[in-house]
C-alpha cells in the first residue's frame, strides 16, 4: 500500500510540474499585451516600457516561469498587474467561495443521486424505476446556466422566495448566505444529481447480477437485505470515481453559475482575470484548478483502497 | 415547464428548502439599505458596469475610477455640471487676466480631508505639481501648459499658464484637477483621502465600493448615510438584483432590451438621459480604401442612423455627425450633411473606382458594438460595400491590433471621454490617422482664444471634420437610469466620468 501511494505521489509532482509549463506558455501564446492593458488607451510609449518593466514581461521567458514556480512553492504567487496587490490571498478567498458552492452542491447531488439510483436499479422493471431513469437523462441534457436562469426567472423574480444573485460570506450573516447559496446550488446539483443518479443506477444494476449477490439471496438474506450489506459498498466504488471526477468537473462548470449568480468565485476571477491579460493571476488560477484535479484523483485512488480490501492485499 | 420536465430539480428544491430553507427565511434583512418595509431606507445600493482595477486614477487609467471617486470622494476647483457647464466646486469664484494667461482662485472656507487636514491654497499648488511629477498616465500633459502656482493666501490662489488655454479650465473639472492634501497621497490606490462628501469604507476589486458619508462635509451633505456600488458584469444579472431588491439603482444600463419590464411598473422609473459616449464608425483615414475622402464620404451617405438606433439599441440614443455633443458648448447640429441617401453613396464609390468594395469590419466584443454591426454591414452592402465582421476581444485584441497597430479598416468604439473631439481628430498618429493640417491652427487658436472664440473655432473645427467624412458616429450613447421610483438626485446624463452622487436622497 504504501508503494501505491508513493507511485501516485510521484505521478502527481510530475503532471503539476508539466501542467505549470503547459499553463505558463499558453499564457504566453494569446494576444495582447498585458502593460498596455492594464494602462489603457492613453499611455505614453516611455511609461508602456516603464509599466513592462515593473510587471517583468520583457524579462526572458525561463527567467519569468521559473521565478513564478518558484514562488508558486512559497505559496507566493506573485502582485496582480491590474490590482497590484498579491495574488495568493486573493485566490484563497475566492476558492474558499467556489468550495463552498461546489461541494455543497456535490452533497446535494449525492442526497439525490444515491436513493434515487438505487431505487431506479432495484425497480428498473417498473414504472417508477423508467421514471427516474428518463427523468435523469433529461437533467443530464439540461445545462446549468439555463437551470440557473429559469431558476432565477421562477423563485427570485416571478414568487420573489430568494434573492436573484450575489454572495453574503457565512461569517457576515449566515441567513442571508443560505438564501443566495439555494438557487446555484440547486442550479449544479440538478445536474450533478442527474448525472450521477445514472452512474449510481448503473453502478447497483451490475452488482444486482453477481454471483456473490445471487449466493447471499439464496443464503436467505431478502433483496434489499443483501443490497445493503454485500451490494452498496461494491457498488461505491465506481460512484466513488465518478464524484471525484465531477467535483473538479463542476470548479469549472461553476465558472458558468458564478457569473448568472453574480458570485465572487474562482470562476469569475478566472474570467475576470483573462480579459485584462492579468497574466499572472490567470496562471496561478489555473494552477489552483490543476492542483484541485490532481489532489482529487489522488484520494480517489486511496478511497479505493480502503473501499476495496482487495486492492490494499495486491499492493 | 421547468418542472415537468426535470422532477430531480423539484426534488432538489424541496430537499434543499427542508434542509436548509428554516434557517435562511428567518434571516429577513438584505444588505441593501432599501429592503421592503414602510421605513425609508437610510442607505443605497447603485449597479454599474466595469469594476475599476483600483482606486488610483493618477497611475491608472480608465472611467471607472473617475467615475466612483471624482465628485463623491475627491473635488477640484471646477466642476461640471448636468448641462455640461464648468461651475464652482472648492473655488467659489475664479478671475481671468487680460492675457487670459493667469487664473485667480478665491477657495471655499472651511473646507477639509476626510483624514481632517483643513484645504488651503497649498494643497491645490501641491495636487497641481504633483501631477507633472506623479501622475503617470498620457492624462498628464493637460497640465502641461501650466507655467507657475502662487499661494496668494490661504484662501487665494493664481495659476499662470505659458499660454492661454480654454481647455485648461475644462480640464480643472476632470480627474487631472482632482485636490490631494499632501498627507493623504500615501496609498491612492487603497485608501484616498479627498475633500468630498464620502469617504471609502470598504473596496472590494471586481465587487463593490462602499461608501460612507462624512458628516464634517463642508456642503450640503447627500441624503443618504452611505452609498454601495456594486459592479455586475451581465446586464440580465443586474435587472434581475434591482427586480429583487438587491440593489436600488442601475446606472447606464447596458441593455435597453431589458428596460421595458421597469416602464411598465409604477415602482420603479426610467431615465433616459443623454452621455458624452459616442458609438463611432471610425474608418482607418491612411489605409486603402479609407484614404479616399469620396469613399469616406459614401459610407456615411449610406448609413441609415435613426434605423441603427431602433434596431441596435431600441431607439435609445440620438444622432450625432462627429465627436461634438449635444452637451459641449460649441455643439451644432451638423446631421444635416449626410442624410441618409444611398443613390448618392454609390455615385460617390462609382466615381471612386470602388463599385465592388470589400472592406473588413473590427467589431470588439462589446454589446453595443456587437449590436450595431449587423445592422451596420447591411446598409453597407445597399450601397455595394462588403463588409466582413472580424470580432476582435475587447479590450486586449482590440487595443493591440486597431488602437496600437493601426491593423484595421473599420471599426466601432465606444469614445466615453468629454470634449474628446481633438484627441480623436488633431493627432494622425491617433488610431484614425486623420490629416489635421487644416485643423490644427484653427484648434490651437480656438484654445487661447476668449470663450467667444473658442466656441467659434471649434466649431470650425467640427465643421471641417465633417466636411472631410474623417469618421461616422453610428449613434450618441443613452445614459438609461433604472432606480427604485422613490430614489432622488441620480445625475440624469453622463457628461464626464464622474458619477457625481452628491444629491442622492430618499423621498
Same mark, same amino acid.
Given at each position: 500500500m504504501a508503494i501505491r501511494i508513493l507511485i501516485n505521489l510521484a505521478r502527481f509532482a510530475v503532471t503539476f510540474l508539466v501542467a505549470t509549463i503547459v499553463v505558463f506558455l499558453f499564457m504566453r501564446l494569446i494576444p495582447g499585451d498585458p502593460a498596455q492593458i492594464a494602462l489603457g488607451v492613453n499611455a505614453t510609449p516611455e511609461l508602456l516600457e516603464q509599466t513592462r518593466e515593473e510587471f517583468g514581461t520583457n524579462r526572458p521567458l525561463f527567467v519569468q516561469y521559473f521565478e513564478w514556480v518558484g514562488g508558486i512553492f512559497r505559496g507566493d504567487f506573485g502582485t496582480s498587474y491590474v490590482t497590484r496587490t498579491d495574488i495568493s490571498p486573493l485566490v484563497t478567498d475566492r476558492l474558499q467561495v467556489s468550495l463552498i458552492l461546489v461541494l455543497s452542491a456535490m452533497v446535494v447531488a449525492l442526497l439525490i443521486a444515491i436513493p434515487l439510483g438505487t431505487w431506479a436499479a432495484v425497480k428498473h422493471r417498473n414504472f417508477s424505476g423508467v421514471v427516474i431513469g428518463v427523468g435523469s437523462q433529461l437533467g443530464v441534457a439540461i445545462p446549468g446556466f439555463l437551470a440557473g436562469i429559469l431558476l432565477v426567472m421562477v423563485f427570485a423574480v416571478g414568487l420573489g422566495w430568494l434573492p436573484a444573485n450575489g454572495w453574503t460570506a457565512p461569517s457576515e450573516n449566515f441567513g442571508d448566505f443560505i438564501r443566495r447559496l439555494i438557487l446555484p446550488v440547486v442550479a449544479l446539483a440538478s445536474v450533478q444529481g442527474a448525472i450521477l443518479t445514472r452512474y449510481v443506477r448503473s453502478a447497483v444494476l451490475e452488482v444486482m447480477s453477481e454471483d456473490y449477490l445471487r449466493t447471499a439471496r439464496a443464503k436467505g438474506l431478502s433483496k434489499s437485505g443483501a443490497l445493503v450489506k454485500h451490494g452498496l459498498r461494491n457498488a461505491a466504488i465506481p460512484v466513488i470515481t465518478v464524484t471525484g471526477v465531477q467535483i473538479a468537473a463542476l470548479i469549472i462548470g461553476a465558472v458558468v453559475i458564478e457569473r448568472v449568480f453574480v458570485i465572487p468565485g474562482l470562476g469569475s476571477m478566472l474570467l475576470d482575470a483573462v480579459g485584462n491579460r492579468d497574466l499572472l493571476t490567470v496562471q496561478s488560477v489555473v494552477i489552483v484548478l490543476v492542483a484541485i484535479t490532481l489532489i482529487l484523483n489522488l484520494i480517489v485512488d486511496l478511497l479505493y483502497t480502503i473501499v476495496d480490501p482487495r486492492l490494499r492485499r495486491s499492493a | 415547464m421547468m418542472r415537468r420536465k426535470n422532477p430531480l430539480l423539484l426534488t432538489a428544491t424541496i430537499a434543499l428548502t427542508a434542509a436548509l430553507g428554516l434557517a435562511g427565511c428567518s434571516a429577513g434583512a438584505s444588505s441593501s439599505g432599501g429592503d421592503s418595509g414602510s421605513d425609508t431606507p437610510t442607505t443605497a445600493t447603485i449597479a454599474l458596469t466595469g469594476p475599476p482595477t483600483n482606486l488610483d486614477f493618477t497611475t491608472t487609467a480608465g472611467s471607472a475610477i473617475p467615475q466612483a471617486m471624482m465628485s463623491n470622494v475627491y473635488e477640484g476647483l471646477v466642476q461640471l455640471n448636468d448641462a455640461g457647464e464648468i461651475v464652482p466646486s472648492l473655488a467659489t469664484s475664479w478671475e481671468i487676466s487680460d492675457d487670459l494667461k493667469t487664473y485667480t482662485f478665491k477657495l471655499e472656507e472651511g473646507v477639509t480631508f476626510s483624514n481632517g487636514a483643513a484645504f488651503t491654497a497649498e494643497d491645490v499648488k501641491f495636487s497641481f505639481d504633483r501631477v507633472k511629477s506623479d501622475w503617470v498616465s498620457s492624462l498628464k500633459a493637460k497640465m502641461d501648459v501650466v507655467e507657475s502656482i502662487e499661494v496668494i493666501s490661504d484662501t487665494e490662489v493664481a495659476v499662470t499658464l505659458s499660454a492661454p488655454s480654454n481647455s485648461w479650465l475644462f480640464s480643472l473639472a476632470t480627474p487631472v484637477g482632482a485636490i490631494f492634501t499632501p498627507e493623504g497621497v500615501a496609498d491612492l490606490a487603497n485608501t484616498p483621502v479627498g475633500t468630498g462628501p464620502y469617504t471609502v469604507e470598504k473596496y472590494t476589486p471586481n465587487e463593490s465600493i462602499v461608501l460612507d458619508t462624512r458628516d464634517d462635509y463642508w456642503g450640503e451633505a447627500p441624503g443618504v448615510e452611505g452609498v454601495t456600488l456594486k459592479y455586475f458584469a451581465d446586464s440580465t444579472a443586474t435587472t434581475n438584483a434591482l427586480q429583487t431588491g438587491d440593489i436600488d439603482a442601475i446606472v447606464n *444600463?447596458?441593455?435597453?432590451? *431589458?428596460v421595458s419590464a421597469f416602464e411598465a411598473d409604477d415602482k420603479f422609473k426610467v431615465v433616459d438621459g443623454t452621455s458624452s459616449g459616442e458609438v463611432s464608425l471610425s474608418l482607418n483615414n491612411q489605409a486603402a480604401p479609407f484614404d479616399d475622402v469620396r469613399v469616406r464620404q459614401a459610407v456615411l451617405y449610406a448609413l441609415d442612423k435613426q434605423a441603427i438606433i431602433d434596431t441596435a439599441w431600441n431607439g435609445y440614443g440620438s444622432a450625432v455627425a462627429t465627436f461634438a455633443t449635444p452637451t459641449d458648448p460649441y455643439y451644432e447640429d451638423l446631421n444635416d450633411v449626410y442624410p441618409y441617401d444611398p443613390a448618392k453613396a454609390k455615385a460617390l464609390l462609382k466615381e471612386a473606382g470602388q463599385e465592388n468594395l470589400t472592406v473588413e469590419y473590427t467589431v470588439p466584443t462589446r454589446p453595443y458594438a456587437q449590436a450595431v454591426s449587423e445592422i451596420v454591414v447591411s446598409q453597407l452592402k445597399d450601397v455595394g460595400i462588403t463588409a466582413t465582421i472580424k470580432s476582435a476581444e475587447f479590450p486586449a485584441v482590440w487595443i493591440d491590433e486597431v488602437f496600437t497597430k493601426h491593423d484595421y479598416q473599420m471599426t466601432t468604439v465606444l469614445a466615453v471621454e468629454a470634449r474628446d473631439i481633438l484627441t480623436v481628430f488633431n493627432d494622425p498618429n491617433y488610431y484614425i490617422g486623420y490629416d489635421n493640417s487644416k485643423i490644427e491652427p484653427i484648434a490651437a487658436k480656438a484654445d487661447a482664444a476668449d470663450e467667444a472664440g473658442y466656441i467659434d473655432g471649434m466649431k470650425q473645427v467640427s465643421r471641417q471634420i465633417v466636411d472631410d467624412a474623417a469618421s461616422g458616429v453610428l449613434f450618441l450613447f443613452p445614459n438609461i437610469v433604472v432606480s427604485k421610483a422613490n430614489l432622488e438626485g441620480i445625475p440624469e446624463n453622463a457628461i464626464i466620468e464622474a458619477l457625481d452622487l452628491t444629491d442622492l436622497r430618499w423621498d
Amino acid at each position: 500500500m504504501a508503494i501505491r501511494i508513493l507511485i501516485n505521489l510521484a505521478r502527481f509532482a510530475v503532471t503539476f510540474l508539466v501542467a505549470t509549463i503547459v499553463v505558463f506558455l499558453f499564457m504566453r501564446l494569446i494576444p495582447g499585451d498585458p502593460a498596455q492593458i492594464a494602462l489603457g488607451v492613453n499611455a505614453t510609449p516611455e511609461l508602456l516600457e516603464q509599466t513592462r518593466e515593473e510587471f517583468g514581461t520583457n524579462r526572458p521567458l525561463f527567467v519569468q516561469y521559473f521565478e513564478w514556480v518558484g514562488g508558486i512553492f512559497r505559496g507566493d504567487f506573485g502582485t496582480s498587474y491590474v490590482t497590484r496587490t498579491d495574488i495568493s490571498p486573493l485566490v484563497t478567498d475566492r476558492l474558499q467561495v467556489s468550495l463552498i458552492l461546489v461541494l455543497s452542491a456535490m452533497v446535494v447531488a449525492l442526497l439525490i443521486a444515491i436513493p434515487l439510483g438505487t431505487w431506479a436499479a432495484v425497480k428498473h422493471r417498473n414504472f417508477s424505476g423508467v421514471v427516474i431513469g428518463v427523468g435523469s437523462q433529461l437533467g443530464v441534457a439540461i445545462p446549468g446556466f439555463l437551470a440557473g436562469i429559469l431558476l432565477v426567472m421562477v423563485f427570485a423574480v416571478g414568487l420573489g422566495w430568494l434573492p436573484a444573485n450575489g454572495w453574503t460570506a457565512p461569517s457576515e450573516n449566515f441567513g442571508d448566505f443560505i438564501r443566495r447559496l439555494i438557487l446555484p446550488v440547486v442550479a449544479l446539483a440538478s445536474v450533478q444529481g442527474a448525472i450521477l443518479t445514472r452512474y449510481v443506477r448503473s453502478a447497483v444494476l451490475e452488482v444486482m447480477s453477481e454471483d456473490y449477490l445471487r449466493t447471499a439471496r439464496a443464503k436467505g438474506l431478502s433483496k434489499s437485505g443483501a443490497l445493503v450489506k454485500h451490494g452498496l459498498r461494491n457498488a461505491a466504488i465506481p460512484v466513488i470515481t465518478v464524484t471525484g471526477v465531477q467535483i473538479a468537473a463542476l470548479i469549472i462548470g461553476a465558472v458558468v453559475i458564478e457569473r448568472v449568480f453574480v458570485i465572487p468565485g474562482l470562476g469569475s476571477m478566472l474570467l475576470d482575470a483573462v480579459g485584462n491579460r492579468d497574466l499572472l493571476t490567470v496562471q496561478s488560477v489555473v494552477i489552483v484548478l490543476v492542483a484541485i484535479t490532481l489532489i482529487l484523483n489522488l484520494i480517489v485512488d486511496l478511497l479505493y483502497t480502503i473501499v476495496d480490501p482487495r486492492l490494499r492485499r495486491s499492493a | 415547464m421547468m418542472r415537468r420536465k426535470n422532477p430531480l430539480l423539484l426534488t432538489a428544491t424541496i430537499a434543499l428548502t427542508a434542509a436548509l430553507g428554516l434557517a435562511g427565511c428567518s434571516a429577513g434583512a438584505s444588505s441593501s439599505g432599501g429592503d421592503s418595509g414602510s421605513d425609508t431606507p437610510t442607505t443605497a445600493t447603485i449597479a454599474l458596469t466595469g469594476p475599476p482595477t483600483n482606486l488610483d486614477f493618477t497611475t491608472t487609467a480608465g472611467s471607472a475610477i473617475p467615475q466612483a471617486m471624482m465628485s463623491n470622494v475627491y473635488e477640484g476647483l471646477v466642476q461640471l455640471n448636468d448641462a455640461g457647464e464648468i461651475v464652482p466646486s472648492l473655488a467659489t469664484s475664479w478671475e481671468i487676466s487680460d492675457d487670459l494667461k493667469t487664473y485667480t482662485f478665491k477657495l471655499e472656507e472651511g473646507v477639509t480631508f476626510s483624514n481632517g487636514a483643513a484645504f488651503t491654497a497649498e494643497d491645490v499648488k501641491f495636487s497641481f505639481d504633483r501631477v507633472k511629477s506623479d501622475w503617470v498616465s498620457s492624462l498628464k500633459a493637460k497640465m502641461d501648459v501650466v507655467e507657475s502656482i502662487e499661494v496668494i493666501s490661504d484662501t487665494e490662489v493664481a495659476v499662470t499658464l505659458s499660454a492661454p488655454s480654454n481647455s485648461w479650465l475644462f480640464s480643472l473639472a476632470t480627474p487631472v484637477g482632482a485636490i490631494f492634501t499632501p498627507e493623504g497621497v500615501a496609498d491612492l490606490a487603497n485608501t484616498p483621502v479627498g475633500t468630498g462628501p464620502y469617504t471609502v469604507e470598504k473596496y472590494t476589486p471586481n465587487e463593490s465600493i462602499v461608501l460612507d458619508t462624512r458628516d464634517d462635509y463642508w456642503g450640503e451633505a447627500p441624503g443618504v448615510e452611505g452609498v454601495t456600488l456594486k459592479y455586475f458584469a451581465d446586464s440580465t444579472a443586474t435587472t434581475n438584483a434591482l427586480q429583487t431588491g438587491d440593489i436600488d439603482a442601475i446606472v447606464n *444600463l447596458q441593455a435597453p432590451e *431589458l428596460v421595458s419590464a421597469f416602464e411598465a411598473d409604477d415602482k420603479f422609473k426610467v431615465v433616459d438621459g443623454t452621455s458624452s459616449g459616442e458609438v463611432s464608425l471610425s474608418l482607418n483615414n491612411q489605409a486603402a480604401p479609407f484614404d479616399d475622402v469620396r469613399v469616406r464620404q459614401a459610407v456615411l451617405y449610406a448609413l441609415d442612423k435613426q434605423a441603427i438606433i431602433d434596431t441596435a439599441w431600441n431607439g435609445y440614443g440620438s444622432a450625432v455627425a462627429t465627436f461634438a455633443t449635444p452637451t459641449d458648448p460649441y455643439y451644432e447640429d451638423l446631421n444635416d450633411v449626410y442624410p441618409y441617401d444611398p443613390a448618392k453613396a454609390k455615385a460617390l464609390l462609382k466615381e471612386a473606382g470602388q463599385e465592388n468594395l470589400t472592406v473588413e469590419y473590427t467589431v470588439p466584443t462589446r454589446p453595443y458594438a456587437q449590436a450595431v454591426s449587423e445592422i451596420v454591414v447591411s446598409q453597407l452592402k445597399d450601397v455595394g460595400i462588403t463588409a466582413t465582421i472580424k470580432s476582435a476581444e475587447f479590450p486586449a485584441v482590440w487595443i493591440d491590433e486597431v488602437f496600437t497597430k493601426h491593423d484595421y479598416q473599420m471599426t466601432t468604439v465606444l469614445a466615453v471621454e468629454a470634449r474628446d473631439i481633438l484627441t480623436v481628430f488633431n493627432d494622425p498618429n491617433y488610431y484614425i490617422g486623420y490629416d489635421n493640417s487644416k485643423i490644427e491652427p484653427i484648434a490651437a487658436k480656438a484654445d487661447a482664444a476668449d470663450e467667444a472664440g473658442y466656441i467659434d473655432g471649434m466649431k470650425q473645427v467640427s465643421r471641417q471634420i465633417v466636411d472631410d467624412a474623417a469618421s461616422g458616429v453610428l449613434f450618441l450613447f443613452p445614459n438609461i437610469v433604472v432606480s427604485k421610483a422613490n430614489l432622488e438626485g441620480i445625475p440624469e446624463n453622463a457628461i464626464i466620468e464622474a458619477l457625481d452622487l452628491t444629491d442622492l436622497r430618499w423621498d
